[in-house]
């Protein structure tokens, strides 16, 4: 009922706007007096995001788990990234490294020139503060917030946040917590509240696996514009083959090592996709 | 199969050591308290009641004008048999001298005789009342028939003693002709009837119309052939071993003594009809009804606190539960799928909670011999202590362990059989998080508006866990008033009266017990708070709150919280000291130093502050992955 209405309201917007969902960015553009965000693909910032044979073992007492070995490769921004690998693979451990949720053993990490891997805990918490957004499968949000609150969370803290209102799209929903929200309207505040802190880098971690195959696609376009209006990197983490379609670049780990990396020449568009 | 679930037994114990150690402790403050209370008041009633009894103290004493009447002492000894009963006399002698009446006058001279009251018992043959020797000292020479070889009461601090082996001279005189007879105290004794440490108090009134405290008390045996003349042996003492068969605290005894008491009665009706006679009985003791008085403070002053003890703690170790079966929720609903009943399953946490209580009623046994003990050995500051029962009485504790024990296991077990009744797909999802609503103050946005988000989610928190908030509310309240009252009896006892000192050991105990729960109940619904919420902390976590921002998500909600149980516990710890003022007799809210209603809160407040420096480590060691990916 829920994801039947988001997606008619999704319609009604596309229509009126004369352009996909890309509401979500159209803040600059209003002010501008245009309707939608033109953000020109060209002239790419290379290797914003870089990893240098990241490597990452877990101990428990006498047992040592490599869950990263030597893992390298680099991330231009308006990239969007797929990282494909079956469970266990070492696809969240990859995400918690670059989202600065955990330290690595070695290696070196960087972002838009920050040596992400050479911080401390204070550092981390502001990396996590102001460069990057995650989102997340069960979408965290803060049952105690209303939808709009739960962006206000992360704006508030922010030096150059967004406009959250205008970032979250629900209309009148906005003032509604998120029990009351549907699964994707719940992923929406979600991605609302990462973006709307205007990282540096976004990370989704299966951000379709709770959601249903109509509700994903629009959530996977969503996280597809981000990376080309915002210019900036997205990676996407799943074990969902049908993604990497979409994907401008895909990474494959298995056992914790990069198995391959493709870049597609041309990504197809969301719609195209079946899963 | 019985393996592997051992092994999961185990596991459980380990991963909720914290929970356990809660329950433990609380269980063991509060029935360690109730038990320690009511096993004081037996040890206190037992230990008296096997002195006396050795001592052979009179249960009866019939006092007359003068001389009883040998017919009647003779009908006594008929009924209660010859040792039972013993005669003797006792005068009262105010500043050394007494007027006799008729013109006869008699004076007391020597050391130790001074301007109070010295009461001289002269006592007939037999072992009622059986003295107690503390020091002695030989006699040499002194003899004839108008030499005494006497003992007095020791000195304490009102009783100034007599100095051993030092002549009292006592004086008969009748117009010109006077008579010396020597007494001389060779021993100081403890009587079982002048045991009371101070305020004993004489037969002869003061000007002030009260009864004179006693400064000195001699001992003098007479014989038959070997007495004071016109000094009539005006008391019968009457011992009733049958009836020292019950302990004199308790109500077998109180009748046996009404009977008997009209009994005795009956034979000196006469006597008393015309004022001439009085059958006392140990209540007009001093020493037997001032013990017995503060036996029944104590045990008054317990029972109260007791229930608010046991009631704090029930309500905690409840929450405790019913949260450790929340956590369990996958596991318990994993076992259904695997098809093991519902009793099988609980049994795990009926087992933790028995365990539990249990523990912590075995630790609370041993504390509450303690107790006992240290509140016993207070009272050597108002009393020639009698040797400490060996006897154990278990009753107060068997009862509120016993409490605490069902309690605990029903709460279990409902709680359990709620969850286990719910299809196992059910609990396999994750519990939806409680909704947010909106409190009423967001009706008013002008207010409302300047709250900074973080003061919005705190406020909507604690109205979406009303339950909790209410239940942690209630525990801090009642604990904070617990510690009211202890400060305040400890405050009367120092300040207000210093005839109290043997509650200063209650006073002590109160307020450490008090205190102590106090600390333990914050701790563990802090504890509950915390592990209830740490998805939203790892959230913020990951949102990159700092530590003080992402600590303070729950914090402020725990010191509000605690902010309205604290101030909530002044007046129902106010009510709590009138009652305990009230049942001693002694104290009043407006004597209460001003500092004691400061420092009951301030208490509560820094207990609220530690428990949060300490809980600091273990909300930042939040895992931020296993909170934000696991389903709980």
Known sequence: ?????????????????????????????????????????????????????VSKQ???????????????????????????GSSGAGKTTLLNLLGGMDTATAGKITLDGTEVTALNRRELTDYRRFDVGFVFQFYNLMPNLTAL???????????????????????????HFPARLSGGEQQRVSIAR??????????CDEPTGALDFETGKHILTLLHDVSKTRKKPVIVVTHNAAIKEMADRVIYIRSGCIERIETNEHPRSVEEIEW | MVKTYL???????????????????MVLVSVGFSAGIGMATEKMAYSLSDYYRSANVSDFIVRGAE?????????????????SVAQGGVIEVKGGSLDLGMGAMLRLEGEGVGEGITRIYFCGEGTINRAETVQAVPLEGGEGERFFEASAERANRDLKGFPLGKDVILSLSMGPISMDYTIRPTSSVVSPLHMAEYDDPSM????????ELLENILYVPVREGKTIPFLPMNEVYVSVPELKKTDLFFTPYERALEREKAEIEEIFSEEIGAETAAVLTLHENFSFESYNGYEGKIQDIGYVLTVVFLLVTLLVVLSTMTRLLEEERGQIACLQTLGYSPARILSKYLLFALVGTLLGAVGAFFASEGLAYIIYINFKWNYVLPPYSSHISPLFFIVSAALILAAAIAATAIAGNGMTRQAPAVLLRPKAPREGRKVILERIPILWNRFSFKYKSTLRNVLRYRTRFAMTVVAVMASTALVLAGLAVLDACLFQDIGTAAMLGVAVIVLVFAALLNAVVIYTLTNINISERKRELATLMVLGYHDNEVTGYVYREIYITSAVGILLGIPLGALLCLFVFEVM??????????????????????????????????????DMNDSLKAIE
């Open chain 1, 1 to 53: 009922m829920n994801e039947k209405f988001l997606i008619i309201f999704m319609k009604i917007y596309e229509n009126f706007v004369g352009y996909d969902t890309l509401s979500i960015f159209t803040e600059k553009s209003r002010q501008n007096g245009r309707k939608y965000a033109i953000i020109p693909l060209a002239r790419a910032n290379m290797n914003y995001l870089t990893l240098e044979h």
């Open chain 1, 58 to 84: 877990y101990r428990t007492g006498a047992v040592t788990v490599d869950a990263l070995t030597d893992v390298s490769f680099s991330l231009d921004d308006g990239e969007f990234a797929v990282v494909l």
């Open chain 1, 149 to 175: 609150e739960n962006v206000e969370i992360a704006t508030e803290i922010c030096k150059n946040a967004l406009d959250p209102v205008t970032v979250l799209e629900l209309g009148e929903r906005l003032k």
């Open chain 1, 194 to 203: 990462a973006i709307a802190k205007n990282p540096k880098l976004l990370l």
């Open chain 2, 7 to 25: 092994k999961t037994l185990r596991r459980m114990f380990a991963h909720h050591i914290t929970r356990l150690v809660s329950i433990i402790l």
């Open chain 2, 67 to 83: 001389a009883i009447d040998a017919e009647k002492v003779e009908k006594l000894r008929e009924r209660y048999g010859e040792d």
């Open chain 2, 204 to 211: 002869t009134e003061g000007e002030d119309g009260e009864y």
């Open chain 2, 585 to 622: 007799g002694f104290g009043a809210l407006s004597k209460m130093g001003w500092y004691t209603w400061l420092l009951a809160p301030l208490l509560s407040l820094i207990f609220t502050f530690l428990v949060a420096l300490i809980l600091r480590r273990k909300i930042l060691k939040t």
